[in-house]
């Protein structure tokens, strides 16, 4: 992976409303009006309190592969998409859409290994992908020459299989032993299969792990370190494995030695292996919560020794003996106290600590590559991506800052780091700007590689970062995009996008495979040039501002990144941009939740509201697939205590009769074996019990991501942009 970069119960108070939601022959969503359990005029925490202590009547939706749920599903698939695809947009917005995903031009980003760039490459006629791979040197010089390695299109047909591109882990520095990993329709679990990248076939009796969501890693060409599902009572409560085996070539895997176990309510236990020159260090890693970590590092006597870092950390990698990790909290060792935001050197053998970087209050670290005598940070000043080589000084110890030449005011990424010579691939882009990939060299020369063309007209569009004021005071940043004289005149039809959780930076990115609202290229070409108008809200939740920035939105403090949303919207209210009649929001997966959130407690503000892969259930989330990995982000719905301030804002609690909320989109995919589908669905069914319309779509594949290839990818989009066209453009009452 490159550095570019979650019993059916039968109980129907009204089978009739909710089978009746999409009824009509219009194509439209309807409003149907019928009794609800509790009366129209009790107030929403009355009907919040009703509705966690009554039995819930759309349990049986989430049975994901049950005949009744997935005939339910059907139904609204057809209803929604014959509403949505009728648009008169909706052919237009999808062949652009598809146009920009599978563009020829696109630039091949990939990984840099054993004198290669490897490159998973998606078009029109390889759908599933082709891994490939060329000589680094024609790749710098912008002259690749790809060799496939791996047929994912040829590989389905001849298994008769939905194949998925999934995870690849090869063993350095020789990149010849790969396990391969393939998923089911793109769900997070895959089986993974041993393959040799010289012969370009999967070894004949080599390892093999069945479909499982594992964690894998090389020992060396004959170990495997695994995390898997082996069996009754090797999984924790969030469906993970919960111990790590070291399988030697040629054993059955039952027969593997178990070198850790972890208690069942840990989020994630695995171990794994890094290559130091000629040093094989193996480590242990179990993560008490999703955002901690205790780790535990081999000796020469096979013993593993703990570390004795605190335990919000990101480890980054190994270089000279030294563990790279960067603090999410303030540490004191050896007599000396680091800040959260700092990266520091750990020696594995000496057991003492250095300073590598100490981000500033307006700093952020996004990622960190190590290479061979170095290492290149990523990071963001005041949401501005920049990129800076660091070096051990020989003589002093200390560790020298260079920072790289790249433009400014934009979105800079790290897309690959040497660890053969340290030169690195880095990509520069912006909401306007397409994507240059640079090649940069041991002494931070950098040389062009490739350039996006330009795939929609930017010439008269500007891009503003603004702030906005949160109730309780803080400034938060957003950016605004459109054409100047659009932004001049103001009442704009306007598309504001947000995340605000686990550490996600929300940037102003051109181009995206994934696709996502914040693409410029996509929202530049569908939207803008139709004369809407792109938000990105940098609330708190996120990691724009460092750790910190994410800590104000935890737990009993998530209403935080909720404000800050409202704040961004109210502002762009105030300041003329949009007007609640114009203004709509986009969100998934965590974002999904946000638009929940603003679906209940602001539907004033809003006229259109797309909740994409959301969580919505906030009382049973942490029991529906890796719902439990995180409650170290949201608090313990099972404790009376934390569920006091989850009940304030879950969405599907607080849904009631008598609201004015706008006509929602709502999405998910049957394959999203991270977020259940289920909170998707008793979305829309409740909506539908309380007499309110919407549109659903439920993909059948796709995984979390929500769709399992480009064509998938540019059909969800063009459904997207043609809900907030009826919405917002004016063409829907």
Not at 402 to 413: F, K, R
Request: hydrophobic share 35%; proline share 4%; net charge negative.
């Amino acid at each position: 992976m490159t550095l570019r970069y979650t019993i059916a119960i039968i109980y129907i108070v009204i089978t009739a409303s909710i089978s009746a939601a999409f009824a009509n022959g219009l194509g439209e969503p309807v409003k149907i009006e019928t009794e609800v359990d509790t009366p129209h005029t009790q107030t929403a925490e009355a009907e919040r309190k009703t509705m966690t202590s009554a039995p819930d009547p759309f349990l049986w939706l989430e049975e994901i592969e049950g005949k009744r749920a997935l005939e339910w599903v059907e139904q609204q698939n057809a209803q929604s998409k014959m509403a949505l695809t009728s648009d008169p947009l909706f052919d237009t917005f999808y062949e652009e859409a598809r146009t920009i995903l599978t563009s020829e031009a696109r630039i091949p980003y990939g990984s840099i290994k054993a004198g290669k760039v490897y490159n998973l490459w998606k078009d029109k006629e390889n759908k599933r992908g082709l891994w490939r791979r060329t000589n680094l040197k024609a790749f710098a010089n912008g002259k690749p020459n790809w060799e496939t390695v791996l047929d994912y299109d040829a590989l389905a047909k001849k298994e008769g299989r939905n194949w998925i591109a999934g995870g690849i882990k090869c063993l350095s520095p020789d990149y010849r032993h790969c396990m391969i990993e393939l998923s089911d329709g793109g769900k997070d679990a895959g089986e993974w299969r041993e393959f040799d990248t010289v012969t370009k076939e999967f070894v004949e009796n080599g390892f093999f792990l069945r479909e499982a969501k594992s964690s894998v890693s090389w020992e060396n060409k004959d170990t495997l370190l695994v995390a898997t599902d082996r069996g009754p009572g090797t999984l924790n409560t969030s469906g993970y494995p919960r111990t790590a085996i070291e399988w030697q070539r040629g054993t059955n895997i039952d027969d593997a030695k178990v070198i850790l176990e972890s208690a069942e309510t840990d989020v994630f236990a695995y171990a794994f292996a890094e290559q130091d020159e000629n040093t094989t260090w193996v480590f242990r890693l179990v993560a008490p919560s999703f955002f901690e970590k205790r780790l535990s590092v081999q000796r020469e006597d096979g013993q593993f020794k703990p570390l004795p870092f605190p335990p919000n950390i990101d480890f980054q990698g190994v270089i000279n003996g030294s563990a790279i990790i960067s603090l999410r909290e303030a540490w004191t060792y050896g007599g000396r106290s680091y800040d959260l935001g700092t990266v520091i050197a750990y020696d594995l053998q000496k057991d003492t600590a250095s300073l590598v970087w100490k981000a500033k209050k307006n700093q952020s670290i996004e990622a960190i590559g190590v290479g061979k005598t170095g290492l290149i940070l990523q990071y963001l000043e005041d949401v501005v991506g920049k990129a800076a080589r660091l070096r051990k000084d020989t003589v002093s110890g200390s560790w020298l800052s260079d920072e790289i030449d790249l433009p400014d005011n934009g979105v800079v990424s790290l897309v690959s780091m040497n660890s053969e010579s340290d030169s690195a691939l880095i990509s520069f882009e912006s909401l306007t700007r397409p994507d240059t990939l640079y090649f940069v060299d041991n002494n931070n020369r950098k040389q062009t590689i490739a350039s996006l063309p330009n795939f929609y007209d930017a010439s008269d569009v500007t891009v503003e970062q603004r702030f906005a004021k949160s109730a309780d005071g803080t400034k938060v940043p957003y950016f605004v995009a459109g054409k100047k004289d659009v932004l001049k005149d103001g009442d704009a039809p306007t598309i504001q996008y947000g995340y605000g959780g686990f550490l996600a930076a929300i940037l102003p990115t051109y181009y995206s495979e994934a696709g996502r609202p914040q693409n410029g290229a996509l929202a530049g070409k569908l939207w803008i040039e139709r004369g809407g108008v792109l938000v990105i809200a940098n609330i708190r939740g996120g990691s724009e501002y460092g750790p910190a920035w994410h800590q104000a939105a935890l737990k009993e403090n998530r209403q935080r990144a909720y404000d800050d949303f409202i704040a961004v919207s109210e502002d762009l209210i105030e300041t003329g941009v949009s007007r609640p009649e114009m203004l709509g929001i986009i969100g998934r997966s965590n974002g999904g939740l946000l638009m929940g959130v603003m679906l209940t407690q602001r539907p004033d503000l809003y006229a259109a509201i797309d909740i994409g892969v959301p969580l919505f259930d906030m009382k049973r989330y942490n029991k529906l697939l890796a719902g439990a990995s995180w409650i170290g982000e949201y608090g313990n719905p099972d404790d009376p205590k934390e569920w006091a301030y989850i009940s304030q804002y879950s969405p599907y609690q607080n849904l009631r009769a008598g609201a004015d909320y706008p006509s929602v989109l709502i999405y998910t995919s049957t394959k999203d074996d991270r977020v259940h589908p289920g909170h998707a669905r008793k979305a829309a069914a409740k909506l539908a019990s309380l007499g309110y319309s919407f549109y659903y779509y439920e993909n059948t594949e796709g995984g979390h991501g929500g769709t399992a290839n480009q064509d998938q990818l540019a059909y969800l989009t063009a459904l997207e942009f043609a809900y907030f066209a009826k919405r917002l453009m004016g063409e829907e009452e």
